[in-house]
C-alpha cells in the first residue's frame, strides 16, 4: 500500500464529514479543525480504545481536571518562563517563522541539492542553538534567505511564549491572567495527593487523562498535525526514584504495541530518541508515524524526574510524597510520562487507513476503490445493512434487522442506488462489514455479509449477524 497525499486524504475528510475548517463560512480560523458526523465517530473511539487499553488495569486511575487552572500552575511548571519558540520576521514579507524550522528547512534543501558538508555543519550548529542569538546567527552566516520573498532582512530573533492567554472573572487586569492550559499533564499532578488519597494505590501507579490542549503555535501546518487547538491523551505513571529506567523501557513498548495492534505497519513506525531534552526530563524518546509529508512525533514518553511534584510542592507549600506503607520510606516520586495527541493521532490512522486500489467494474471496465482500512474498533460505523432491492418484502426485513444492530453499534441503513455505489459509499468511511438482504433471504433468513478489505461475501444467518459483527470490532487491549 502506497503513502497516500496529504491533499487526497484532507479531500477525503472533508467529503466524507471527518473534519471541517473551523469557521469555514466567515474564511476559517487558522489551525483550528473542527470534526464532523463521521470524524466524531472516529476520534470518539479512538479516545475509547487508549482509554481502555490505560484504565482497565489495576494500576491506573482516570481523571478529567478543568481546562482552567490556577496560574501559579504555569509557574511552577516552568511553562511560563521556558514554554516558548524561538520566533524570526521577515522585514519584506512580513511572513512570520519559527527559526529553528527555518533552518531546517534551508538544511534540508542544502542536502535535496547534495551540499551536504554545509547541511551537516548547519545542522551541528542547530542542535548546539539554545538562545535566540544562536538561532539569528546561524540566519545571519548561513544568509537564509525568506522562502517567499528571496530577501535576507530578519528581525532578531525573540521567543515566543505559546500559551494562550486570557482573564478570569471581569476584571480585565494582569492579576486576572489565567491560561488556557498547554498540555494536560498538570491537572495530573495537582491532583496527585487528591488520586492517591482517594484511591486505594500504591506506588508504582498511573494517572490517565484524554482533553483538549492549546498552544498558540508560530506556525500550524499538515492538517491536524500542528494546531492551535488540539487533544491529548496522557499518563502520569508514578515510581519510586531508582525504577524509572525500568518503566521508561516498559511504557516505550507498551505504547508502540498499541500503535501496532490498531493496524499501523512496522514501516510506518519509529522510536527516535530526542537530541534536545525539554527542562522536566532525563530522558525522552518519540514514537514516530511516516505521515505523508515526512516522519513525524505521535507521542512522547518522558521520564520526568520529581521534577513536577517537587516544583508544585515548592509553589504550593504542600508536602507531595509518598509514604511507602510498609517500609515507612519517605519520597517524592518520579514520573514516567507518555503523552499521545489524539487529534494527531487521528490524522495519522487516517493516512494509514488511506487507499486506493483499482478494481474491475462493470461490462469490463476497471474502476479506482476509495477505502480506508480501519481497525474495526476505530471505524465511525461498524456495520451497513442494505436491501438489494426495494420491492418483495426486503426493505422490511432490512430495516428490522438496522433496528436491531444500531441499539448496540453505530449502523447505517441504506437503499439508494446500486448496490456497487453502496459499498464504495461505505469503503469510503471505512465500515468493515456490509450486510445485505436479497432474494434468498426471504426463503432460508440468511443474509450476504461483505468483508471491506478482501469484498468477499459470506452468507450468515439472520440471527447471527450482530455477534459477528461485534466479535470483529471489539478494541484491541493493550
Ligand atoms: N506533557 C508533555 C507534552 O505535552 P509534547 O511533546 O509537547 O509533550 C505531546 O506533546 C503530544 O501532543 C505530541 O506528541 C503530539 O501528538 C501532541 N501535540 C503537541 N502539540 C501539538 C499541536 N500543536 N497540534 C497537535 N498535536 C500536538
Redesign the pocket.
Known amino acids: 500500500m502506497a503513502a497516500p497525499s496529504l491533499e487526497a486524504v484532507v479531500a477525503l475528510a472533508k467529503r466524507r464529514g471527518f473534519v471541517f475548517q473551523s469557521s469555514e463560512i466567515y474564511g476559517g480560523l487558522n489551525?483550528v479543525w473542527d470534526f464532523g458526523p463521521m470524524g466524531v465517530e472516529l476520534l470518539r473511539n479512538l479516545k475509547e480504545v487508549w482509554w481502555q487499553a490505560m484504565t482497565q488495569r489495576e494500576d491506573i486511575e482516570g481523571l478529567d481536571a478543568a481546562i482552567l487552572m490556577h496560574p501559579r500552575v504555569w509557574e511552577a511548571s516552568g511553562h511560563v518562563e521556558q514554554f516558548s519558540d524561538p520566533m524570526v520576521d521577515n522585514k519584506v514579507s512580513k511572513m512570520r517563522y519559527r527559526a529553528d524550522t527555518l533552518i531546517e528547512d534551508f538544511i534540508e534543501r542544502l542536502r535535496n541539492t547534495g551540499r551536504e558538508q554545509e547541511a551537516h555543519y548547519w545542522e551541528e550548529r542547530l542542535r548546539q542553538a539554545t538562545e535566540p542569538r544562536d538561532y539569528y546567527r546561524i540566519i545571519v552566516e548561513a544568509q537564509i534567505p525568506d522562502p517567499v520573498s528571496g530577501t535576507r532582512e530578519w528581525t532578531e530573533v525573540r521567543h515566543f511564549n505559546l500559551m494562550f492567554k486570557t482573564f478570569f472573572g471581569p476584571v480585565e487586569d494582569t492579576s486576572s491572567i489565567v491560561y488556557l492550559r498547554?498540555?494536560?499533564?498538570q491537572g495530573i499532578y495537582v491532583n496527585f495527593l487528591n488520586v492517591l488519597q482517594s484511591s486505594r494505590q500504591k506506588i508504582p501507579f498511573g494517572i490517565a487523562q484524554i482533553g483538549k490542549?492549546f498552544?498558540n503555535?508560530v506556525t500550524?501546518k499538515n492538517f491536524?498535525?500542528?494546531?492551535?487547538e488540539?487533544?491529548?491523551m496522557?499518563m502520569q505513571y508514578f515510581v519510586k526514584p531508582g525504577t524509572e529506567q525500568q518503566w521508561f523501557d516498559y511504557w516505550l513498548q507498551e505504547r508502540y504495541r498499541w500503535y501496532r495492534a490498531l493496524g499501523i505497519p512496522e514501516e510506518r513506525l519509529r522510536i527516535k530518541p530526542h537530541e534536545k531534552l525539554?527542562h522536566y526530563a532525563s530522558a525522552a524518546v518519540?514514537?514516530e508515524f511516516l505521515f505523508p509529508f515526512g516522519w513525524g512525533?505521535?507521542?512522547?514518553i518522558?521520564s520526568r524526574t520529581d521534577f513536577d511534584l517537587r516544583r508544585h510542592q515548592e509553589y504550593s507549600g504542600k508536602r507531595l510524597e509518598y509514604v511507602d506503607p510498609v517500609t515507612r520510606e519517605r519520597y517524592i516520586p518520579y514520573v514516567v510520562?507518555t503523552?499521545?495527541?489524539?487529534?494527531?493521532?487521528f490524522l495519522a490512522f487516517l493516512c494509514n487507513a488511506y487507499d486506493e486500489e483499482d478494481i474491475p467494474a462493470d461490462r469490463g471496465t476497471r474502476e479506482t476503490r476509495t477505502v480506508l482500512r480501519l481497525h474495526p474498533a476505530l471505524a465511525p460505523v461498524k456495520v451497513a445493512v442494505f436491501p438489494l432491492v426495494n420491492r418483495e418484502g426486503m426493505p422490511e426485513v432490512a430495516r428490522k434487522l438496522y433496528e436491531e444492530l444500531r441499539r448496540h453499534l453505530r449502523a447505517e441503513y441504506d437503499d439508494s442506488g446500486a448496490i456497487g455505489r453502496r459499498y464504495r459509499r461505505q469503503d469510503e468511511i471505512g465500515t468493515p462489514f456490509c450486510v445485505t438482504v436479497d432474494g434468498q433471504t426471504l426463503q432460508d433468513e440468511t443474509v450476504t455479509i461483505r468483508d471491506r478489505d478482501t469484498m468477499e461475501q459470506i452468507r450468515l444467518p439472520l440471527c447471527r449477524v450482530l455477534e459477528y459483527v461485534r466479535e470483529r470490532v471489539r478494541p484491541p487491549l493493550g
Do not use: K, N, V, W
Not at 512525533?297 to 512522547?300: A, I, R
Not at 503523552?339 to 494527531?344: L, M, P, Y
Open positions: 489551525g498547554p498540555e494536560t499533564a490542549a498552544r503555535e500550524t491536524l498535525f500542528r494546531t492551535r488540539f487533544e491529548q496522557e525539554a518519540d514514537i512525533e505521535l507521542e512522547g518522558h510520562e503523552s499521545a495527541g489524539a487529534t494527531r493521532s
